[in-house]
């Protein structure tokens, strides 16, 4: 059985006192309209049908007969028990349903053209699922320009590594030999060249010789004496390219080669995590709540393309007053409605309390899990009714309660000589299974009269 506690309101009350305050509930004012309404029919009949039985027109020959309680037969009635109950108090409330975790999905790539989109609003997807394809040409060519950058260094620092061929050092050497036979030569030249300028020297003095003779002479010693020291440098060129071969790259060389191969390959995955950019992936396996993506559309930095639930998992925000929030705590049952759908009836449990009261409203937010349905959308407005206590009360049938036209209510008690005793009653709640609370004026021992009491007065005695 559930009780529903108002929002201006959550009465204690002690089972055992009879002499309670009328407690100021316009659901008890919808008890007593209930009842009051029900109960005036039955009434009006019985008076109605008392009327004629002891109208002394009723009958033209009929006497007068008086109506004394020891002359009045005994109504048939049906009788039940007052019982103690479990009441589930319930604490009513509005809330709107949210995801419980909303993930917007923005592009890493900005200024680049929407080509194909893969999923739509209502999907459920994968972590790691495709979304949405960018336009990708240009990410493309930067990435096998790169690609070509670290292929050309990685085969240049390979041949340093490798160091100089034998063929390469073969041919040096050759050179150095070949060079050192044309100095060879060279000098040979040169010594006679200046030989026979000392021989021409002594003739033109004498004047055998033209002095003509002997300046192209002294030229061609001159001469011979340049291409010797020309042959020289060749040589210690030669000798030095030798021993740098023979030695191999040096070192800071091959140091440049692997900053440069390693600067490449940077560059190489700075394209590549570009062109991965251009595929809009799920970061998470949910529901596609909201697609803004469209094809043709050009990504910003700020626009969101896709809103996902994570898991697809929802929750009931619901608005309490800041002065019942004590009364609910984490793992109460939550039963849910809708006003819209009368068919919507599910179960939640409240997960947390926001600590937070907005100032205006003086209302907290109470979250509640939400089982997974397709029935539930964000944005929906729902009722909720959550389970803050359970209590055992007293319950009679509701047919054993009569609404009088002084507002008080009335129960017949069945005594130990089978006759009644009108008592007036403090009702509560309307309880489930047609049974309503008693606030106080019975006792769990108590016999009521449910069916026949409204042809009952005072004292009567009766028979089942």
Sequence with gaps: MTRDLSNDE????????????????????????????????????????????????????????????????????????????????????????????????????????????????????????????????????????????VAQYEARLAELRAGNRVE????????????????????????????????????????????????????????KQAQLQQMRASSQEAQQRLVQLEKGPRSEVIAQAVAQLAEAKAQYQVNAARLKDTKIISPVSGKISKRDARVGDVTKSSQSLFTIIEDGRLELQVKVPETQLTLIRPGQIVTITSDANSSLKIQGRVREIEPIINEESRQGIVAVDLAETNSLKPGMFLSAAIVTNKSQVLTAPMGAVLPQTDGTYLVYKVQPDDKVKAS???VGEILSDQRIEILAGVQSSDRLVVKGGPYLKDGDSISY
Excluded: C, H, M
């Design 10 to 149: 959550y009465s204690q009350f002690d089972i055992g006192s009879e002499e309670l305050p009328q407690p100021q509930n316009p659901s008890r004012i919808r008890i007593r309209e209930l009842i009051f309404g029900v109960g005036i029919g039955v009434v009006v009949t019985l008076v109605a049908t008392r009327f004629v039985a002891v109208s002394p027109q009723s009958t033209p020959n009929s006497t007068p007969v008086s109506l004394n309680e020891s002359q009045s037969p005994a109504q048939k009635v049906t009788v039940a028990a007052v019982s103690f109950d479990s009441v589930d108090q319930t604490l009513k409330a509005t809330g709107t349903v949210a995801p419980f975790e909303s993930i917007p999905i923005l592009s890493p790539a900005v200024g680049l053209q929407i080509q194909q989109i893969s999923a739509d609003e209502g999907d459920f997807v994968e972590r790691g699922q495709l979304l949405a394809t960018l336009d990708d040409s240009v990410e493309q060519a930067q990435l096998q320009q790169s690609r070509a950058a």
């Design 168 to 223: 390469e050092i073969a041919q040096a050497r050759a050179t150095v030999k070949q060079i050192q036979s044309q100095i060879t030569q060279a000098e040979a030249d040169l010594t006679l060249a200046q030989k026979r300028v000392e021989r021409n020297q002594s003739l033109e003095t004498d004047g055998a010789i033209t002095r003509d003779r002997l300046d192209e002479l002294l030229n061609d010693a001159q001469v």
């Design 424 to 426: 007036v009653v403090q």
